[in-house]
């Protein structure tokens, strides 16, 4: 029996024999990152597509909830996931802005408990937005209108919260 580690403190968990077969020990040889990097550079695998694909995903999930075809609870599951997809992708095929702000929309999402309207409507702006700077395929943040993104985006989620906070009158 273990003993419960304290709070805050740090706990090591050893892999069991049977996955350490599996997955070997030990790190992983600088040559074989080199090359993993070297294969990610020279991709050109275009991201505008898929990230189109994730989201049309995202529009029919609101559809879907919205024609009772989905409850609130797993739609807004299923959201997290496709903007968590999004995230991850754009950051792997270096759009680092759809990638920060697919980020700040699933923290939002990952706060929230109910998938109301105000919330559905700033899933529509990322959505909306995403597609608008695939169009224009710009990653350029020097353009000081879309810089301004990230933080518009930060502002709605304050109104979000501040309608929520608020007594009803």
């Known amino acids: 029996m273990r003993n419960k580690p304290k709070s805050g403190q740090v706990v090591i968990l050893k892999a069991n024999f049977a996955l350490r077969m599996k997955i070997g020990k030990g790190g992983i040889a600088p040559k074989v990152l080199l090359a993993c990097r070297r294969v990610m550079e020279e991709n050109a695998f275009d991201f505008a597509p898929m990230a189109r694909d994730i989201l049309k995903t995202i529009l029919s999930e609101i559809e879907r909830m ?3 075809k989905r409850s609130h609870d797993e739609a807004l599951n299923a959201l997290r996931i496709q903007v968590m997809q999004f995230k991850a992708n754009a950051a792997t095929f ?15 999402l990952d706060q929230i408990d109910q998938l109301d309207a105000p919330a ?9 937005t995403a597609e608008k700077l695939l169009v224009r395929r ?10 301004k993104i990230p933080e518009e985006f930060e502002r709605a ?9 608020a007594p009803a009158s």
């Open 66 to 68: 919205r024609a009772n």
């Open 94 to 108: 270096r759009y680092p802005l759809l990638s920060e702000i697919a980020h700040k929309l699933l923290d939002f």
């Open 120 to 128: 559905i409507e700033i899933v529509l702006a990322f959505h909306d």
């Open 138 to 147: 710009d990653e350029n943040r020097t353009d000081s209108r879309t810089r």
């Open 157 to 165: 989620f304050e109104r979000y919260w501040k309608r929520k906070t």
